[in-house]
């Protein structure tokens, strides 16, 4: 049963030149030192967009998760997915999440689906 469904789109340009200070207070170390050295920009974009359709698919918005809560990550196949942490556990338990992200000349979209049992 499909618990919550998010998406989001941002502009790829709101991230260009941001200081390592201001990266810092929305991605990880992680997705920080995995950023490619071309497209940080979209890389960038389309990873935020990810944390926001993730808290609406929640049906929070960043009320009750932030931003760092949030991990992104790609599998050996380059398929991305939300890292299941102790916060992001705490939320959903043995629920399901499936991200897709896309990206376009200026902009990066995400949708996000939670499916689990209520």
Do not use: Q, W
């Amino acid at each position: 049963m499909i618990k919550g469904i998010g998406i989001d789109i941002v502009e790829n340009l709101r991230f260009e030149n941001k200081s390592t200070n201001f990266l810092k207070r929305l991605f990880t170390d992680y997705e920080i030192s995995s950023a490619p050295e071309k497209r940080k920009s979209e890389y960038y974009a389309s990873r935020f967009a990810s944390k926001e359709a993730f808290s609406k698919a929640l049906g929070t918005g960043f009320s009750s998760i932030r931003p760092l809560d949030i991990e992104i990550r790609e599998d050996e196949k380059g398929r991305p997915y939300v890292v299941k942490n102790e916060k992001i556990l705490s939320l959903l338990s043995s629920d399901e999440v499936f991200l897709s992200i896309s990206h376009e000349k200026s902009c990066s979209v995400a949708m996000v689906v939670i499916d689990g049992s209520l």
